[in-house]
C-alpha cells in the first residue's frame, strides 16, 4: 500500500517554460510538438539569403544565452575558444546548449531555439558536402562571433560528418577540453531521438521524416573523441609531412590539457585524465585481433590504476542512477502497442515491472529524483498495467496502481503534455470500472473532468480525444450503458450546444451500433451544428 503522502511527494511537476528565460515571448507561436529543421524558414532562409540569415541567427543566439546567463541558477559556464594567433573568445556553455541542434533531451529548452539550430546545421552539412571551401567560412565565422556553444556544437558536428575537410577547425575544437565531454555525451544520448518518432508522425510527418533522416546520418555516431583518435592513427586527405605537424599540434593540445589538471578538482582530474588517455595515441597499448573475419583493434589506454578504481565506483553510481530507463521506454512502448522486445526483461517478466515501478516511486518520493523523465514512470507504468495486464497483476499490486492512477486523475496539472503518464492513466479507467464497480461514478467523473479540457496537443490530439477513445476502446457504451449515459447527459447539460466544437465532441462520444440509434437520434436533435455522421456498424 503507497501512502497518499507518498504519492504526492511525486506528483507531476510540469516542465519550466523557458521561452522568457532565454528573452522570447512565450506565445503559441514558438511552441511545436515536433521540433525538426524543416519547422521554421530558416533553412530556407539560409539558401536564399546566406549572409543576412547568419548575422539574424547569430545575433538571435548571443542575445538569447546573454539573457539566460542573467537567469539565476542557471547552468551556463563561461568557456574560452582558443583561435588561431593566440586570439580567445568566451562562450557561455553547457551541456543542454550543446545538444540544442540535436533536440533537447535532459533539460527543457525553447522549441524556437532547438528548431534554429537544425536548420543551420542541416544547411552546413549540404554546404559542407558541396562546397567545403565556404562551409569553411561559416564555420570560422561562427566560431569567432558566437557567444553561445550551441553554435560551436554545430560546428563541432560538421567536423565530426567530415573530418578530412574541416581538420583546421577540429583543432580549434580539441583546445577546449570541455568540448570532448559535451560530444562524448551527444554521441550518448543519439538513441534517445528515435524513441517516440512514432507519434512525431502523427503531430507533422514532413518535420519528423526529415528528423528521422538527420537522424541515420553516419556521422551521429561518432564524437570529437573519435575523430582525434583518428587523426592519430589515419591520414586524411593531407600529405605525409602536413599530417605529422597535425599530430604534433595535437600532442601539444593534449600536453596542455595535462598541464591544467592540477586547477581541477580530484574528480575532475579523475574525469579528465581518463578522457586524456582515451584519446591520446602516446598513452596507448593496442592489440589487435581478429573477430567475425573482422580485424579489429583494441586501443587499451592505459589509465593510472587508483584513476581507473575510481572511475569503477563512479560507474556503479551512475548505472544506479539510470536503472529505471528502460522500464520508461518499456511503458511508453507498450502503451502504444510497439515492439517491446528491446526493453530488456520487462516484456517477460510482470513482476520485473512491478517490482521496479515500487522501486523508481520510492526513488521519487524520498526526493531522489535522477532524471526528468522519472516523475512520470509510475504513472505511465500504472496505468499500462491495469489497462494490459489487470488480470496477471496481484491484489496488492493491483491496489498500488490504482492508487497511483487515482492520484493522477485527482491532481491533473494545469499544462497536461505528452507522455506525462496521464493518457495511460485514462486508459486504465474501464479495468478500473470493471474491477471496482463500488467505484465506478468516480471514475466516470473522472472522465468527464478530460472531456472539459480541449487543449490541444499540437497536432498529437486534444486532452478530451484521451476520454473520448477510451470511452470506445474499452466497451464503455456496451457494458456500462447507463453510466455512459448519464455522461453524455451531464456533458450536454454543462456545456453551450450552440459551440461547435461541443457539437463534435458529442458527436465523437456517441455509440455508432444500431441497437444505440435511438440515443444517437435523441442526441441530434438537440444539437445544431453537425458534421457527418459516420454509418453505423453492427456488432
Not at 589515419?234 to 589538471?261: K, P
Request: proline share 4%; net charge negative; aromatic share 8%.
Amino acid at each position: 500500500m503507497q501512502d497518499a503522502d507518498d504519492i504526492k511527494k511525486v506528483a507531476y511537476h510540469s516542465p519550466m517554460a523557458r521561452n522568457n528565460e532565454f528573452g522570447l515571448r512565450e506565445e503559441e507561436g514558438c511552441r511545436y510538438v515536433v521540433v525538426g529543421a524543416l519547422q521554421t524558414p530558416i533553412y530556407s532562409l539560409l539558401r536564399c539569403s546566406t549572409v543576412e540569415t547568419l548575422c539574424f541567427i547569430v545575433k538571435l543566439i548571443n542575445r538569447c544565452v546573454v539573457t539566460y546567463s542573467n537567469v539565476p541558477n542557471n547552468d551556463l559556464v563561461k568557456l574560452k575558444l582558443h583561435l588561431k594567433d593566440e586570439e580567445e573568445v568566451d562562450v557561455w556553455s553547457s551541456y543542454s546548449l550543446w545538444e540544442l541542434y540535436r533536440g533537447a533531451t535532459q533539460i527543457v529548452m525553447p522549441d524556437l531555439l532547438q528548431c534554429l539550430h537544425m536548420g543551420l546545421e542541416k544547411y552546413l552539412l549540404d554546404v559542407a558536402e558541396k562546397q567545403p571551401k565556404d562551409a569553411s567560412f561559416i564555420m570560422d565565422f561562427l566560431l569567432k562571433v558566437s557567444k553561445s556553444v550551441s553554435l560551436t556544437a554545430i560546428v563541432a558536428s560538421i567536423v565530426t560528418a567530415y573530418p578530412e575537410r574541416f581538420h583546421k577547425q577540429a583543432l580549434v575544437l580539441f583546445r577546449t577540453i570541455e568540448f570532448f565531454r559535451y560530444d562524448s555525451m551527444r554521441c550518448q544520448m543519439e538513441s534517445y531521438h528515435g524513441h517516440f518518432m512514432g507519434l512525431d508522425m502523427m503531430h507533422n510527418k514532413k518535420v519528423a521524416e526529415e528528423r528521422i533522416k538527420s537522424n541515420a546520418l553516419p556521422h551521429r555516431k561518432h564524437s570529437l573523441e573519435d575523430i582525434c583518435v583518428n587523426y592519430q592513427y589515419v591520414r586524411t586527405e593531407l600529405t605525409e609531412e602536413e599530417s605529422r605537424e597535425q599530430v604534433d599540434e595535437i600532442y601539444h593540445i593534449l600536453d596542455t590539457h595535462y598541464a591544467n589538471l592540477a586547477n581541477r578538482t580530484l574528480p575532475e582530474q579523475d574525469v579528465l585524465q581518463t578522457l586524456l588517455c582515451r584519446i591520446d595515441r602516446r598513452k596507448h597499448a593496442p592489440k589487435v585481433h581478429e573477430q567475425e573475419g573482422q580485424i579489429l583493434i583494441d586501443l587499451r589506454p592505459q589509465i593510472p590504476e587508483d584513476v581507473k578504481k575510481r572511475n569503477e565506483d563512479v560507474l556503479r553510481q551512475i548505472t544506479e542512477e539510470t536503472r529505471y530507463d528502460n522500464l520508461y521506454l518499456w511503458a511508453n512502448k507498450k502503451f502504444r502497442k510497439e515492439e517491446v522486445s528491446c526493453c530488456g526483461e520487462y516484456d517477460k517478466d510482470l513482476n520485473k515491472v512491478c517490482l521496479d515501478l515500487e522501486g523508481v516511486f520510492k526513488r521519487l518520493s524520498s526526493g531522489k529524483v535522477q532524471s526528468p523523465m522519472e516523475d512520470n514512470i509510475p504513472f505511465t507504468t500504472a496505468g499500462v498495467l491495469i489497462r494490459d495486464e489487470v488480470e496477471r497483476l496481484t491484489e496488492e499490486q493491483l491496489e498500488n496502481c490504482r492508487q497511483l492512477v487515482e492520484y493522477q486523475m485527482e491532481n491533473l496539472p494545469q499544462e497536461p503534455m505528452i507522455l506525462d503518464g496521464i493518457e495511460s492513466c485514462v486508459h486504465a479507467l474501464p479495468n478500473l470500472i470493471r474491477k471496482f464497480p463500488q467505484n465506478k461514478k468516480r471514475y466516470s467523473d473522472y472522465l468527464t473532468t478530460i472531456l472539459r479540457n480541449r487543449c490541444p496537443l499540437g497536432e498529437y490530439k486534444r486532452i478530451c480525444d484521451y476520454a473520448i477513445e477510451t470511452i470506445h476502446e474499452g466497451n464503455l457504451w456496451i457494458e456500462e450503458r447507463a453510466l455512459m449515459n448519464q455522461l453524455l447527459s451531464e456533458y450536454i447539460a454543462e456545456n453551450d450546444m450552440t459551440d461547435i466544437e461541443s457539437n463534435e465532441i458529442v458527436l465523437e462520444l456517441l455509440p455508432y451500433t444500431i441497437e444505440d440509434a435511438a440515443i444517437e437520434e435523441q442526441m441530434l436533435a438537440i444539437i445544431p451544428y453537425t458534421r457527418k455522421i459516420p454509418a453505423p456498424i453492427t456488432l
